[in-house]
């Protein structure tokens, strides 16, 4: 296991609030993401199925590694036995030779699968103990320290830039505000809200503006202080917020603007961005460009780079990947195999 600026293979938690965030900074960064998610597909490079096992576990490292171990040594989960029945028979369509070796579980995995540096990011769930990917950080603010997770890590990388960053970076914890202009919101991490004004655009300096540790203060009377400020609304939409202001018209870095997207489902959209449902209503029908969505949508194409920037923030949308062949007819093998293909 390696910090996330040094390994070659990140995990993250795709079905986590912060998972997609997680994701689209590792990718402009150039890493080679594993998506660990309970969907059917992810905008992941690999997808790793969850729940996940050993022997799920053991064929992600012999697909990263191919030339570490033959398809051979994989471990095969076996079915348990209900109790009160006998284990299945020996098939008898095969000689004892060719039967495949008993793989015994407490055995090591190969000892090449071991030399592919691979970091689990916990998807940056505010419930769940920092991984040494998101605390390989430099020294803390003192009136930040409550909000930050213990180092398990001496290494040091880049301080997160923006709001959005450090909430992405998994480092504060509870409840703490982040004032710009004079506006002060009030963020409450682990129970994944905020309490702010009703919109979004008084927020633009937040989320857009550089961040430091020391911009993260303690509140004190919390109660007090967020009784007039209305219900507590998602992390989520913040971050969508963050992700729609980022790019300035341009697409995030990582991404060929000439790719086709696919909206995954329908989007968050705002009233205040009222050309935001022409493009989602667009999208919604098949993966395009951003140019044919916006002829398609008569919204400006700065303005369609950054619906799409904010949905790939969030997850909702993701790159078009060319469909993968179908697997070749498996050919009969064993003795009865072998008379039947004669």
Do not use: C
């Not at 998807?123 to 040494?132: I, N, R, W």
Request: no cysteine; proline share 10%; aromatic share 6%.
């Amino acid at each position: 296991m390696l910090a996330d600026d040094t390994a070659d293979h990140v995990i993250v938690d795709m079905d986590s609030m912060y998972g997609p965030m997680s994701w689209l900074r590792l990718h402009a960064a150039g890493k080679t993401v594993i998506g660990l998610t309970s969907a059917p597909r992810t905008q992941a490079d690999i997808r790793l199925a969850q729940p996940f096992d050993s022997a799920s576990v053991q064929r992600l490292l012999v697909e990263l590694a191919p030339e570490a171990a033959p398809p051979s040594s994989i471990t095969q989960p076996t079915d348990a036995v209900p109790s009160g029945l006998s284990a299945a028979p020996e098939p008898q369509d095969q000689l004892p030779e060719e039967r495949p070796a008993r793989v015994d579980e407490e055995v090591a995995p190969p000892a090449g699968l071991n030399a592919v540096p691979v970091t689990i990011e916990e998807g940056l769930d505010p419930d769940e103990p920092a991984s040494a990917a998101s605390s390989a950080i430099m020294p803390a603010a003192t009136n930040l320290a409550a909000h930050l997770r213990p180092e398990t890590t001496t290494a040091a990388k880049s301080e997160p830039r923006t709001l959005t960053e450090w909430l992405a970076s998994g480092r504060i914890t509870g409840r703490t505000g982040f004032e710009r202009d004079g506006l002060t919101l009030f963020l409450d991490v682990d129970r994944r809200e905020y309490f702010g004004p009703p919109t979004l655009k008084p927020l633009s300096a937040h989320v857009t503006s550089d961040a430091v540790a020391a911009d993260f203060a303690d509140v004190a009377d919390w109660a007090k202080k967020v009784a007039g400020l209305g219900a507590a609304q998602p992390m989520s939409r913040l971050l969508w917020f963050g992700g729609l202001m980022s790019g300035g018209g341009k697409l995030l870095p990582g991404f060929d603007p000439q790719a086709r997207f696919l909206m995954l489902k329908w989007p968050q959209t705002e009233r205040e961005f009222p050309r935001h449902f022409r493009i989602a209503t667009v999208m919604m029908k098949g993966a395009a460009t951003l140019e044919e969505i916006a002829e398609a949508s008569g919204v400006a194409i700065e303005d369609v780079t950054d619906f799409v920037n904010a949905n790939l923030a969030t997850g909702f949308a993701e790159v078009e990947r060319p469909p993968e062949p179908e697997p070749e007819p498996r050919k009969p093998s064993g003795l009865f195999g072998r008379f039947r293909g004669r």
